[in-house]
């Protein structure tokens, strides 16, 4: 289970494709009281309590019940008041705290926050300036000043030490120094990935692996023809931006990691690629204002919040697999995509970029035979729930080596 504390949905910044507007206020009311209990109720009901009344843990020592983490909206425009009492929440119930955020607002005492409660931090950016004009607020000279802000931040935080109880042993046993842990959520279209953009994109990637900091690059789908990148684009782009990975041997960057992953039955496979309930979304059990439940925000593309059912199903493939998808050679790798990003914005459809998943399949697939790596034989495998051993899920922080991520693209 995947916890999304998603109770303040306002937001400083105004970015031209968020799903999130439809359903944004103008101000946020919460009830904290029961924002507290509910994530407490859900973090107990999903095992999160070991039989001592403290975080469960695995054999290693490790935290192994649900990840909770701060959304939004944008969680930093919270006081800092409920900023500290959730993040110290989120430490509470799992021994870490985690945020994805613009970013913009972050300052040296956030910093001091994010360094006492262990915080992953997830930046929501598309790139270095002009490829994130379509995010922030006001003038473009404004959001040309605030995306500098933010990559500044980026990398103040990643030369940011913990705090030394929080330092990670090497193998001979002794502490080494630890710094923040920061991921990034770029969001893929017109304006970062096509032409001479395309290549800002790929030495930005690059500088960011080298700060051993991976994250996701995410399709575009606000249904703005002039933001969205068409299906023939999106495959140009993505199988182009694979093979700069390839060239680059860059191996933490999704959706790439999650195609092979999927191909070898690795079960750390992003959601985009796993069965999804759109009424019981197992990527993300959304804690919203007043504690109710909602499902992943990605579904609220109607102005109205759906509260979320209480038992999964396999409805969205039940109902694909009397589609073109159920002949797909990939339909065991896919289920047919994001349930939030299906075409005419309708979850009995598949994913509008199918294209793209199947061109980034087919690339995967050829590689692991070049390598005599054998894809996992799926044609016979019934139809189950999403598992969620190994969560790559959005908001949620996700371990690749030393390096942490977050899922999203809020």
Not at 7 to 30: A, D, K, S, V
Not at 77 to 90: A, N, Q, T
Not at 120 to 135: A, K, M, Q, T, Y
Not at 323 to 351: A, E, I, Q, V
């Amino acid at each position: 289970m995947v916890i999304l504390l998603k109770m303040n949905l306002t937001c400083n910044f105004r970015c031209e494709y968020c799903y999130e507007e439809p359903i944004r206020p103008e101000e946020q009311i919460i009830d904290h009281e029961e924002v507290e209990k509910t994530i407490r109720s859900l973090w107990e009901k999903g095992g999160g309590k070991g039989k001592d009344g403290k975080p469960k843990l695995d054999d290693q020592g490790n935290y192994c019940g649900p990840k909770v983490t701060l959304h939004g909206g944008e969680p930093t425009v919270l006081s800092r008041e409920d900023l500290e009492r959730y993040l110290k929440l989120c430490f509470e119930l799992t021994g870490r705290s985690g945020i994805q955020t613009n970013g913009y607002l972050i300052d040296d005492d956030m910093i001091e926050l994010f360094k006492k409660y262990k915080t992953h931090v997830g930046f929501s950016i598309d790139g270095p300036w002009p490829l994130n004009e379509l995010r922030g607020s006001g003038t473009k000279a404004n959001r040309k000043k605030q995306t500098k802000r933010i990559l500044k931040t980026i990398k103040k935080l990643r030369k940011t030490k913990l705090p030394k109880k929080f330092w990670r042993k090497d193998k001979d046993g002794k502490l080494k120094e630890t710094f923040m842990t920061a991921s990034v959520i770029a969001v893929i279209h017109k304006k970062n990935a096509l032409g001479d953009r395309r290549e800002i994109l790929k030495q930005w990637v690059k500088e960011l692996n080298d700060l051993k900091i991976t994250g996701r690059l995410n399709p575009c789908c606000c249904g703005k023809p002039e933001i969205d990148l068409t299906p023939s684009e999106a495959v140009e782009a993505y199988t182009d931006l694979f093979d700069f990975m390839l060239e680059e041997g860059l191996s933490g960057w999704s959706p790439f990691r999650d195609i092979i992953n999927s191909l070898k039955g690795d079960k750390n496979v992003v959601c985009v690629y796993r069965n999804c309930d759109p009424f019981c979304t197992h990527s993300a059990t959304s804690v919203l204002n007043d504690g109710s439940t909602g499902v992943c925000l990605r579904l609220y593309t109607d102005g109205k919040v759906y509260l979320r059912a209480k038992e999964e199903s396999t409805i969205r493939s039940d109902v694909l697999e009397q589609t073109d998808c159920k002949d797909c050679p990939w339909w065991k790798y896919c289920y047919g995509g994001c349930t939030g990003l299906s075409k005419d914005f309708d979850w009995r459809n598949k994913d509008r970029y199918c294209e793209v998943y199947k061109a980034l399949f087919e690339k995967a697939s050829n590689i692991m035979k070049v390598f005599r790596i054998k894809a996992k034989d799926k044609s016979k495998q019934g139809k189950s729930k999403s598992s969620g051993e190994y969560d790559h899920l959005d908001g949620d922080e996700h371990l690749d080596g030393d390096t942490r991520h977050l899922d999203s693209d809020g």
